[in-house]
T-cell receptor, first 112, second 114 residues
Framework: GEDVEQSLFLSVREGDSSVINCTYTDSSSTYLYWYKQEPGAGLQLLTY?????DMKQDQRLTVLLNKKDKHLSLRIADTQTGDSAIYFCAESITGGGNKLTFGTGTQLKVEL | DTGVSQNPRHKITKRGQNVTFRCDPI?????LYWYRQTLGQGPEFLTYFQNEAQLEKSRLLSDRFSAERPKGSFSTLEIQRTEQGDSAMYLC????????????FGPGTRLTVT
């Protein structure tokens, strides 16, 4: 079955890099995603990576995928207070209609 | 393009009442998804549509839940005989369809059952 796990909490200082980690169990993942959720809001798609890639960079965001270990990470460079939010990783499975299976989310707190 | 919209944003209802939520996807998006999110958890898949066809339903979607997308545009999610355990955020998302992995979410409808 599908299972996605994340650590619950991460605290960083403004200007530092943040690294949020995620592990998944299903080897037939097609895409892996990172979403951001601010309090009381819906989910904002940050980035996604195709499962045959190992890295994707988009401005301050770098996604690393280790398919052998089923490990996904999101690095945010120069973290700002506006980055404080809950970050969810998610996977979609081949042939699954692209429905998403989410982790429990990592709360990122950025301190001055 | 105004993004995915959902109405109402908040709904408070008494146990046993029926409620209906609406989702308007991004224009020209063929796929529409419903998810449910409880406090402290990630969203869980409920069901999805390709145009007007409902292609998959999660086992989370009990008989009290029904979803429609009659003309392949907006969708409704109805919960009959609500229970306190139905209290959650109901999220809608849309995508262009097969081969397009980007899935965009609406702001959600927060349901509170008293």
């Amino acid at each position: 079955g599908e299972d996605v796990e994340q650590s619950l909490f991460l605290s960083v200082r403004e200007g530092d890099s943040s690294v949020i980690n995620c592990t998944y169990t299903d080897s037939s993942s097609t895409y892996l995603y990172w979403y951001k959720q601010e309090p009381g809001a819906g989910l904002q798609l940050l980035t996604y990576i195709f499962s045959n890639m190992d890295m994707k960079q988009d401005q301050r965001l770098t996604v690393l995928l280790n398919k052998k270990d089923k490990h996904l990470s999101l690095r945010i460079a120069d973290t700002q207070t506006g980055d404080s939010a809950i970050y969810f990783c998610a996977e979609s499975i081949t042939g699954g209609g692209n429905k998403l299976t989410f982790g429990t989310g990592t709360q990122l707190k950025v301190e001055l | 393009d105004t993004g995915v919209s959902q109405n109402p944003r908040h709904k408070i209802t008494k146990r046993g009442q029926n409620v209906t939520f609406r989702c308007d996807p991004i224009s020209e998006h063929n796929r529409l998804y419903w998810y449910r999110q409880t406090l402290g958890q990630g969203p869980e898949f409920l069901t999805y549509f390709q145009n007007e066809a409902q292609l998959e339903k999660s086992r989370l979607l009990s008989d009290r839940f029904s979803a429609e997308r009659p003309k392949g545009s907006f969708s409704t999610l109805e919960i009959q005989r609500t229970e306190q355990g139905d209290s959650a955020m109901y999220l809608c998302a849309s995508s262009l369809g097969q081969g397009f992995p980007e899935q965009y979410f609406g702001p959600g409808t927060r349901l509170t059952v008293t």
